[in-house]
């Protein structure tokens, strides 16, 4: 390598690239903070989507770049499928597609990394070599890893734990081997076949950890892998000494840290739980409540409940999503709200497979943000609710969590609808829910429970209370 | 040929060796110390009911990744008898080929995650009664 033509480099950036990329920075950062209120959100994103084209068009006059066929096919098909994505993926289906993005940003990372050991691995400094290392390994975990969560969303793959005898020893054998081979490429830059070993165990690893985590931990998993797709891209941005990179990947990896942070304590669970624990597979004793019989309603009688209520609280799971039944929801909320009942939807943090899944499907069905209330925000108000009315949800409304300490959910903050003067249980049959786990709540003298695909019963619901 | 070179400044050193002067290091680890803490300040206040867009806006933003795998993709020559004949001489290609699939795959992550992010936020409304209301 010539060292004169490496100070040159070093000496004499592309002032006008470099300045791009500080004003796209910018924009991506005042894009997120306008996030923090809807009224503003959309201003602000375009903003972002200006940075990102500048700092992309910037790019294509890089001293780097001679060739141009691929980058114009990589463009122009990247574009359409991405167009396509955006216009056709439905709202039910968006923690699949984030899944699917969070290894399509991984992956990028991850051959961006490889391509460059290929040609530069005898030249790179210890501390770039260490950042790809890092970039590497972080890439190519969490595609396979998104790949495997992705799976499980769509159906593709069964949405239980994959668990057997000796898992965890193999996964750390994985592990200590790919941290193995990523030491020795560190003091041997030449060891490719280390190298390339410590990206099939990369592969491998992500596998591995994400098989034995069941459905209804999913948006921690998002969240987690949403960090690691972040760090992975801030880490190319060390190795390729381009400040955008970093900071653009610090932001998505620190969203998605504080994101699986919220995603645990609304589970009351931490992450080595999530990650280790196997959530589901083993069946749980009961609480002292969940004896009894449950009382069925007829669709008549709760229709009449509802219509002469003076205030209901909706509280969805994601069963609702699976019904898709948001526009019912919203339709029986406005026949509701034209007889002059107060309508409130009370959303859980985990309520869906991402964080934030319940709100976005709502806002779909027209509900207007005002309506949308925190868990925190509308447990207060509940012992003042009339009728609550459970769609598709169990967990996040189980009140095991609060009552009885030996619950496997023990400690997990629920939304009260106990508190209520009456609950109404919108339910497709009367199996347990995600989790295994028994509800006292179906027990209780103040809940009745209305079988049926929610779909169909909120329509029909909807009907009746016109009618009444 | 690069049609847009005669913007760009001379040299044509691979990118990875601006990464190792030790000035540009530091600074680079000021940028990510200061950007985490500006992260975590920012995106903490964002609120649950828009935390789907917000996966999907630092995903698209994150998308960035692809100012690299551009400049991978461009910088070196493909060629397929090359590739095909293996060894050291098929790196570059190998190269450009790795490059390509990142170009592709950080395109769709920007263009799906502004394009979805845009749709949802479009969703959240506040004003839907009143609309309802003037009909």
Redesign the interface.
Known sequence: MDTQAIQHVVQSPNYILEFTYLIASILFIWGLKSLSHPDTARQGMHLAEAGMAAAILGTLFHHDIHFFGWIIAGLILGSLVGAAFAIWVPMTAMPQRTALSHAFGAVAAALVGIAEFTMHAGTMSMFTRSALGLEVMLGTLTTTGSLIACGKLQGFIRGTPVQFKGQQFLNLLIFVGMIGCFGHVLYDPLATGYFYGMVALGFLFGVMLVIPIGSADMPVVMSLLNSYAGLSSAATGFVLGNNILIIAGTLDGFSGFILSILMCKAMNRSITNVLFGGFGSVQHEAGPGAQGEMREISLEDAAVRLAYAGKVVFVPGYGLATAQAQHAVRDLANALEARGVTVKYGIHPVAGRMPGHMNVLLAEANVPYGDLYEMETINPELDSTDVAVVVGANDVVNPDARDNPNSPIAGMPIIEVDKAKTVIVLKRGQGRGFSGLENPLFFKQNTSMLYGDAKNTLSQLAQEVKNV | ??P??F???????????????PM??I??LY??AL??F???Q?????????????????????????????????????NSHKLLAGGMDA??S????????????????????????????????????KKEAAK
């Open positions: 040929m690069n847009l070179l913007f760009a400044l001379e040299g044509a050193q691979p990118a990875a060796a601006e990464a190792m002067d540009v290091l600074a680079a940028v990510f950007a985490a500006l992260g975590y920012v995106i903490s206040r964002v609120p649950p009911l828009l935390h789907t867009p917000l996966m999907s806006a630092t995903n698209a933003i994150s998308g960035i990744s692809l100012v690299g795998s551009l400049v991978i993709a461009g910088a070196y020559e493909f790196h570059a190998w190269a450009t080929l790795m490059g390509f699939v990142a170009v592709f795959t950080a395109t769709v992550n920007v263009v799906s995650g502004f394009g979805l992010t845009d749709r949802m936020l479009r969703m959240f409304r506040k004003d839907i009664k």
